[in-house]
């Protein structure tokens, strides 16, 4: 089964951007959906973005559309989300996972077993 790796995650002002990624060894990433979900202190996990393997189709929850945007670079095994407009509610250790439904990225319990997820990367957006 795939591996995902997230990287990116850092301090950051509101306002700001950073660019996250979810590389991927041990398969082909084209092949699977890679959502990315986050954690806030005290707060469930939530999906929050998503991308379909077979033809690229992405979703976004209401609370990043427009701010965030996934994309895929398959000649690097990777996915991005890159991070605009950053506010101190985005703060939270991002995750991202292969191989569930993209139209079930906002179920968390969809996605918890049987998939392949990272270890997180902490965004704080603080000033």
């Known amino acids: 089964q795939v591996q995902v790796v997230e990287s990116g995650g850092g301090l950051v002002q509101p306002g700001g951007s950073l660019r996250l990624s979810c590389a991927a060894s041990g398969g082909t990433l084209d092949n699977y959906a890679i959502g990315w979900f986050r954690q806030a202190p005290g707060k469930e996990r939530e999906g929050i973005s998503c991308v379909r393997g077979n033809d690229g189709m992405t979703y976004y929850a209401d609370s990043v559309k427009g701010r965030f945007t996934i994309s895929r670079d398959n000649a690097k095994n990777t996915v991005y989300l890159q991070m605009n407009s950053l506010k101190p509610e985005d703060t939270a250790v991002y995750y991202c996972?292969?191989?569930?439904?993209?139209?079930?990225?906002?179920?968390?319990?969809?996605?918890?077993?049987?998939?392949?997820w990272g270890r997180g990367t902490q965004v704080t957006v603080s000033s």
């Open positions: 996972a292969a191989g569930g439904p993209c139209g079930w990225y906002s179920d968390y319990d969809v996605w918890a077993n049987g998939r392949s």
